[in-house]
């Protein structure tokens, strides 16, 4: 092995690459803003350079250190996102730890400390991964920190750690129909709000849920425990839903109808798709952008900097930025596929499984598809946090890569 290696090419430039393209459209995006706000793009500027050295550390960290920190690591950060709730909440929310004129969020940092966290548990556990004993430690794993963070509350970063568990769990060795039960209480939830909880829709899924459970063939406990959580959805689903913090809601009802109120809940989502669908093939130009320069999207630096790309660099603009984000994905997917090491491969697969799931989810929300959940684009959305947590996981591929040969 070893670190003598050269880093991944391919990586480094493309996250280079979708970085600055990001301060590029935060400047455009904040251009026709007040004084206070053009700053960012030096802001997001100065956040790249410590993104690139905290790749730059993290691809030469070795793997015995990488293991010996995880412990330490995941006891700090669940630490700090409960001391995180107690210092008061910036717009509605407890997300941010002030460290002088820097704002950090922790949420962000903890999606690596759980990476590395799930890796280690299941890399030591390789002989009995598919125990039930196994898939309850890890969502413990997971979920003590997502429940800290659902607390601030931030939906959006808690569903990503979602996609974090179930695919590190495919990657361990879990079967497709396994992880469809796994979620099966999700999809439960997702249909019984929908359907606004008739019981007959319900009653159907339930058989469908027999159905899989009969072809899956899970042990007798799992099945147990999947019937009483189905059960306990659907008797709780609609007071847990009534619980929700109106703007939550509002999101649900707004993706499944965005047009019941233009210029309400609805408005962040018809305005995006305007900026986009203007943009036409290669777009108004770079300041050019009605939607954009006039601001008639809410945060469009943050989690719609997609609608600002859409609008001023077009369709083709738009497959550039995706085709980069593609790049990124299917060579994180091949460096987790070509790596001798169980526990350097799920590192690997956790960092690809986070940067998907963002990709997906922000794309999908900036253009109608999937309901808005605060979710940022990742390298291209304006903050801090977000962007260093980013360039370190791609620090964490270049490290994988570059001990390719190790066990």
Not at 255 to 260: E, G
Not at 321 to 339: D, E
Request: aromatic share 10%; hydrophobic share 50%; with cysteine.
């Amino acid at each position: 092995m070893t670190t003598s290696e050269r880093l991944d090419r391919p990586i480094v430039i493309v996250t280079g690459l979708l970085a600055l393209i990001g301060i590029l459209m935060i400047y455009s995006a904040t251009h026709n803003q007040a004084a206070a706000r053009t700053s960012q793009h030096l802001m997001q500027s100065g956040w790249f350079v410590c993104g690139l050295i905290a790749m730059y550390v993290a691809a030469k960290l070795p793997t015995r250190f990488l293991q010996a920190i995880t412990v330490p690591a995941f006891i700090l950060i669940i630490a700090v996102l409960t001391f995180t709730l107690t210092t008061g909440a910036v717009k509605g929310s407890s997300r941010w730890l002030r460290l002088g004129p820097v704002g950090i969020q922790p949420s962000e940092i903890a999606k690596i400390v759980v990476i590395l966290a799930l890796a280690l548990y299941l890399e030591r556990r390789r002989p009995s991964v598919h125990s039930s004993g196994i898939l309850i430690g890890a969502c413990l794993i997971v979920g003590l920190p997502v429940a800290l963070i659902m607390k601030q509350p931030d939906l959006g970063t808690s569903l990503v750690f979602g996609a974090i568990l179930c695919f590190m769990l495919y990657w361990a060795g879990f079967g497709i129909l396994e992880l469809l039960l796994f979620v099966s209480p999700v999809a439960s939830i997702l249909v019984t709000v929908i359907s606004g909880f008739d019981w007959v829709v319900w009653t159907l899924f339930m058989l469908s849920l027999f159905a899989l459970i009969y072809a899956a063939r899970p042990p007798p406990i799992i099945s147990a425990i999947l019937l009483i959580v189905h059960i306990g959805v659907g008797l709780t689903t609609e007071p847990l839903w009534n619980s929700l913090h109106d703007y939550q809601r509002l999101r649900v009802e707004t993706f499944l109808n965005p047009q019941s109120d233009t210029l309400g809940a609805g408005y962040q989502i018809i305005q995006s798709k305007i900026a986009i669908g203007s943009g036409g093939l290669v777009g108004r130009g770079l300041l050019e952008g009605s939607q954009t320069q006039l601001a008639f999207l809410p945060e469009q630096q943050t989690d719609f900097i997609f609608s600002v790309i859409g609008e001023e660099l077009g369709f083709l603009g738009s497959v550039l930025v995706l085709g980069l984000f593609y790049i990124l994905i299917v060579r994180g997917l091949h460096v987790a596929a070509n790596v001798k090491g169980r526990y350097q491969s799920l590192i690997a697969a956790g960092c690809v499984a986070v940067l998907t799931f963002h990709v997906v989810m922000n794309v999908g929300m900036t253009t109608g598809l999937l309901p808005v959940a605060g979710v940022p684009l990742p390298f291209l959305s304006y903050g801090g946090s977000s962007l260093l947590t980013n360039m370190i996981l791609c620090g964490l591929l270049l490290n994988v890569w570059c001990r390719k040969y190790e066990y």
